[in-house]
């Protein structure tokens, strides 16, 4: 409209991966904190900054391909992860997007040797390092079928019994974590629905448990959540001009 002014929020880029991808409850928590996305699908040919200098930070998501997939956009986009992390700016990485810090750390992403999944909700346990920064869930939600290594220089913040490696810190800024706690109802239930082939992958769980753990256990996530991102991204200053 005329007159407009520009939001003098600070932006937090968001990366997705599918045009129905959504930020779930990061985006809303996000936005709660006094922050604007700026979301980007680079798989449908949006571009990346080329600095950050004009956002507060960045989040990755997940997706369904993998981190190790030849396509153009997941080169360009690992190879992006140097922006965040030469310009100290937080960064975070969820499934996918960690995966994908891996491989710019020089990590490795792969299977399970004995092909396991975590598809469902699964025990967490925090690291000492871990347990230092916060109080983490103990049963969070999975959607993925390859994990990572532990990047060089990284320090790891939480493990399960089936994928060792569930989250880490690099550096002062950025951070990966392997499972899900973005998601709304509305979205677990379309995860559900659209990913019911994959509940017959060994160690997947059927989808009613999907929807009753959520009943159990999504509220102590959410709040860890809430926690999480509060200590990646802080929350704005307040402009005493703004009206």
């Known amino acids: 409209m005329p007159g407009m002014q520009p939001s003098s929020r600070p932006k937090i880029l ?25 979301i980007r699908r680079p798989p449908l040919g949006d571009d990346l900054p080329e600095t950050l200098e004009g956002h507060a930070g960045a989040v990755v998501f997940g997706g369904p391909m993998s981190a190790n997939d030849t396509d153009d956009f997941i080169r360009r986009e690992t190879d992006w992860l140097s922006v965040p992390l030469r310009e100290n700016r937080p960064l975070l990485g969820i499934c996918l997007g960690a995966q994908m810090l891996v491989n710019h750390l020089g990590g490795r992403v792969e299977g399970h040797d004995e092909g396991l999944v975590e598809i469902g909700w ?10 230092k920064l916060m109080h983490w869930p103990e049963m969070v939600y999975q959607f993925h079928r390859e994990g990572f290594s532990l990047p060089s220089g990284a320090t790891l913040l939480a493990t399960s019994e089936t994928y060792p490696n569930q989250a880490f810190r690099y550096g002062d800024n950025a951070w990966g974590i392997q499972f899900h706690a973005e998601l709304t109802r509305i979205m677990m239930h379309r995860w559900v629905v659209r990913g019911a082939h994959r509940f017959e992958l060994p160690g997947a769980q059927p989808g009613r448990d999907h929807l009753g753990g959520r009943l159990i256990w999504d509220m102590h996530l959410k ?3 809430g926690e999480f991102l509060h200590m990646i991204f802080g929350t704005p200053a307040q402009d005493p001009t703004a009206g």
């Open 14 to 38: 968001v990366v997705l991966h599918q045009e129905s991808s959504s930020a779930g409850r990061v985006g809303h928590l996000l936005l709660e904190n006094g922050f604007d996305l700026d």
């Open 223 to 225: 709040r860890w959540l």
């Open 122 to 131: 699964y025990p967490l346990k925090a690291t000492d390092e871990g347990k």
